[in-house]
């Protein structure tokens, strides 16, 4: 079979749309996992390959073994010439491979009944922030993900990247309110502000809890921090007013795991 | 005065080469703040202001403070006509304001005077990262930084940003081997490792330390990691391979920061 030539093949077409369209993701349930690791994980994820498009220049040590395994679970592989990849990625270097997957659908319950804390995303719009918090989370044995409006799509191709897999494992759910989410997760819940609240460690963090993180310089809207049970301050040096929020929350959520080695001790 | 019209004027030109190219950034010895954020933070910084752009559609709440006090540092104004900042900068949204200024210099002696860890990054080609750790480790109480060969410049733009002006103010050195940085610095040598370390707590970081830190799949060099004093695991779930590193970084920085508040209670 001869590589498709043209960015115009309709396939190519819609692989540009899940790549740079939230709605197209939303209106198909796919998301595109680009890079090798990437579709190792997503090969390891139990979730449906649907696609899989192959750059015809591409050579990488993991890439018999990789395509081998895909090829196992009836995806359709679509080769594709050199350069295809590149002109509709938003990655400087795209590693030659995309794979197209049915996206995982969670409810409530599949995330209430998971141990461990849960991150409440709000506002948080840079894709880059969602995934790195998806990672430190999984890292960190949290349960998952609640996604209040406009915060950035998890299938987003930058998120996905930056989350490392995670996102394909970790039950996300979206939810219009705070009392929805604690109605149904019946645990802590607390949020973080630049001052006032308190130390990570005077907080009981070995205990199930969520946490609501909001974008840096909007902060976390009322309808989210309204009633919640305590607010984090993670203490800073005088003169510098905030950190970057995966940051903010990869060291809250590793003090919570801290706290729980402590209390097997 | 008329707006600069083209891209080809050559302080536009300059501009370019400082956004762009780190060794037009070397050879000059300036840097460039983007944005009225880090404009701000460098008309704070007391290092000198050169050279300020300034975008003839630029409407901000915060326009006329900070230009009256950007004249007042004897800068030269410059205006340019809408888009040529767009033109140039690698933001997808430049906010109207880039400001040239005197990259800061700082020798071991300024650096280990310093009370507080220090961050010593290895091959760390993310310049985002860089920016990212260096805005935690000012956060965290940090002395300052060690760059090893092949780190991102700190000068890079994207670096600047991330920081939110923690490289205006931090000290920052360069050094060829671990035995000049060991020898300047006397304190505790630790690197990181995915397995086989030591938890952050187990380890006495309420000291000065110096952390060193290498790029995500690549890791630490053996000229930076063999001989260190110890290696530190963030405890992981089963099946995550690794961290963010500027995450990685956060964590331990604060979890520092944590062992000097609990020491002084």
Same mark, same amino acid.
């Given at each position: 079979v001869e590589p498709i *030539?043209?960015? $115009? #093949?309709p396939k190519i077409k819609e692989l540009r749309a899940l790549l740079q369209d939230a709605g197209a993701r939303r209106t198909s349930g796919l998301w595109v996992a680009e890079g090798v690791r990437l579709a190792e994980e997503a090969a390891s994820s139990g979730l449906e390959i649907v696609r899989v498009f192959v750059s015809d220049d591409w050579e990488g040590e993991r890439k018999e073994a990789l395509l081998a395994r895909l090829s196992s679970c009836d995806a359709e592989i679509v080769w594709v010439k050199r350069g295809i990849l590149r002109e509709i990625s938003?990655? *400087? &270097? /795209? &590693? !030659?491979i995309a794979v197209v997957l049915r996206a995982p659908m969670w409810n409530w319950a599949e995330l209430s009944s998971r141990s461990g804390p849960v991150l409440v995303l709000d506002r948080l719009q840079d894709p880059g922030n969602v995934g790195t918090l998806a990672r430190s989370l999984a890292a960190a044995g949290g349960a998952g993900l609640v996604l209040a409006p406009e915060?950035? $799509? /998890? !299938? #987003?191709p930058k998120a996905l990247r930056a989350s490392a897999g995670a996102l394909f494992r970790l039950p996300v759910v979206r939810s219009e309110s705070l009392a929805e989410a604690r109605k149904t997760l019946a645990c802590s819940f607390y949020t973080t502000a630049g001052r006032g609240g308190r130390a /990570?460690? %005077? +907080? /009981? +963090? %070995?205990?199930k809890f969520a946490l609501v993180l909001g974008q840096e !310089? +909007? !902060?976390?809207g009322r309808g989210w921090s309204e009633g919640v049970d305590g607010i984090v301050t993670i203490p800073m040096e005088t003169g510098v007013e905030s950190l970057n929020v995966a940051t903010a929350g990869g060291v809250i959520l590793f003090e919570a795991a801290r706290q729980r080695r402590a209390s097997l001790r």
């Open positions: *030539r043209s960015a $115009d #093949n938003d990655t *400087r &270097q /795209p &590693q !030659g915060t950035a $799509d /998890p !299938g #987003n /990570p460690e %005077d +907080l /009981p +963090l %070995d205990e !310089g +909007l !902060g976390v």
